[in-house]
Nanobody, 125 residues
Framework: HVQLVESGGDSVQTGGSLRLSCAASGYIYSNICFAWVRQAPGKERERVAA????????YFADSVKGRFAISQDNGKNTVYLHMNTLKPEDAAMYYCAAHLTRGGYCYASPDQYDYWGQGTQVTVS
């Protein structure tokens, strides 16, 4: 079992930056994929970034490519989402999610993630 706790959400101005943190505990081994999933009111969940802990492969939604980065700190079992050049459309509740993987592949659909944090709010004005 994996427990996830997000932090770092805040209210920022357009063009600003934020770093979200996801602290993981429990079954943390290399065959795990972490993702950041966001959901704005009235919109579907969107996986914005993911990272495969074993090989470091990363994935980004087209909407955030070039602006967001994802990184891991294995010593702290923490995954970060670095958000730059924020836009009003980036405003959402951001969730950290995870699933175990055998093939080193991170699922694209949030529905396939097994573990979720409580979320952290990002507001952009």
């Amino acid at each position: 079992h994996v427990q996830l706790v997000e932090s770092g959400g805040d209210s920022v101005q357009t063009g600003g930056s934020l770093r979200l943190s996801c602290a993981a505990s429990g079954y943390i081994y290399s065959n795990i994929c972490f993702a950041w999933v966001r959901q704005a009111p009235g919109k579907e969940r969107e996986r914005v970034a993911a990272i495969y802990l074993g090989g470091g492969s990363t994935y980004f939604a087209d909407s955030v490519k070039g602006r967001f980065a994802i990184s891991q700190d294995n010593g702290k079992n923490t995954v970060y989402l670095h958000m730059n050049t924020l836009k009003p459309e980036d405003a959402a509740m951001y969730y950290c999610a995870a699933h175990l993987t055998r093939g080193g592949y991170c699922y694209a659909s949030p529905d396939q993630y097994d573990y979720w944090g409580q979320g952290t709010q990002v507001t952009v004005s």
